[in-house]
């Protein structure tokens, strides 16, 4: 699971959609590797404005990661000195891969669990919709 | 003709084998690929999702051919497909392209309203009933992928029920039927409920096909 994939998933139980605890979920005992995968600066820059940055944030806090902007700068492809952030933000959101590890819905308190990279949503019948 | 994605080392009693319908998807998008080109998106990168993704040959040749520049999630309940799409994604695509996969029933972990590209090839197949999921060393796996209730409409309606939430503005869903799933009486429905609900749709019949014994349709959904 790619850090990115964090920013679109909440709690699959019903009765927490629209509960503001139930986004983003609370990462715990995270195990992660960085995957090599090819830097597309236009994808970065496509993927930010549609970001949820204090999700980022708070995701990147759960890892252990503090050092994030708070506010999110403009980024123009044309700028070179834009590109080392691009390559951090490229790092952190596509290469950082979740591995194993607990997603805690912070609003009911059920936790999902990350196996081989594959983020398991699937529910209980007494939970399922 | 664009290139069918190769699948390798995949175990076909676990995971849906390419068939008909995914072929006729992928003709679909074929033909698509200008109208989808020029769509003015909500953003420059679309998310992509299809539900029960199964060995990913369609997420894949979506990715690969047609919204290259697009973010894919690939949904799925049966743990073998999870690892199946990933194979399938990293043999064709390598380390281009942007994919996950999540291992869930639908879109249930989904935030609302974020997807701009849906792709559902559902359990169309009437049944007495679906089954229940399965464990993982289940042998019912195929079913899974393929019933769908008494009219084939069970899961599919699931998903007709809360695409308007599930989409972006301006997102489009493509969706596959089967001729005794009453595709045209379904759209009525479909139309008529959402109109009580004030949602406006755009649908149209895109694709319509004899496969074998099954009369498969590819219907468009777009949510003003």
Not at chain 1, 24 to 50: H, T, W
Not at chain 2, 197 to 216: D, F, P, S, T, Y
Request: charged fraction near 20%; proline fraction near 7%.
């Amino acid at each position: 699971m790619k850090f990115l994939t964090t920013n679109f998933v909440r709690c699959a139980i019903k009765s927490c959609d629209g509960a503001v605890n139930s986004f983003p979920l609370k990462y715990s005992e995270i195990e992660l590797v960085q995957e090599e995968q090819d830097f597309q600066p236009e994808f970065i820059l496509g993927i930010l404005p549609r970001l949820d940055w204090p999700a980022v944030l708070k995701v990147a806090a759960d890892l252990g990661n503090t050092s994030l902007p708070s506010q999110l700068p403009e980024l123009d492809i044309s700028d070179p000195s834009n590109e080392i952030l691009l390559k951090d933000l490229h790092t952190l959101l596509i290469e950082t891969q979740l591995v194993q590890g607990k997603m805690i819905c912070e609003n009911c308190n059920h936790v999902y669990h990350i196996k081989d990279s594959i983020p398991n949503f699937l529910l209980p019948p007494h939970l399922a919709n | 003709m664009l290139p069918t994605p190769l699948t390798e080392d995949l175990d076909f009693e676990k995971v849906y084998e390419p068939a008909e319908d995914s072929f006729l998807l992928l003709d679909v998008f074929e033909k698509e690929k200008p109208w989808l080109e020029s769509y003015k998106w909500s953003s420059d990168v679309p998310l992509v999702v299809e539900i029960g993704t199964g060995s990913g040959v369609v997420t894949t040749f979506v990715n690969q051919h047609i919204i290259p520049q697009g973010l894919f999630l690939a949904t799925d309940l049966n743990p073998h497909c999870c690892n199946a799409v990933l194979n399938t994604h990293k043999s064709n695509i390598g380390k281009k392209g942007n994919l996950q996969v999540l291992q869930c029933d639908l879109t249930t972990p989904l935030k609302r309203n974020q997807v701009d590209v849906l792709i559902f090839n559902p359990p169309y197949v009437p049944s007495e009933t679906v089954p229940e999921i399965a464990d993982p060393d289940s042998e019912d796996w195929l079913d899974i992928a393929l019933l769908g209730g008494p009219t084939g409409m069970d899961i599919t309606q699931k998903v007709l029920d809360s695409l308007y939430d599930t989409l972006s503005r301006n997102g489009v869903a493509y969706i596959l039927f089967c001729a005794r799933n009453h595709p045209q009486k379904v759209m009525d429905n479909f139309k008529a409920k959402e109109a009580q609900r004030g949602n406006e749709w755009e649908i149209e019949c895109v694709q319509h096909r004899k496969a074998g014994w099954e009369v498969l349709t590819v219907w468009r959904f777009i949510r003003r």
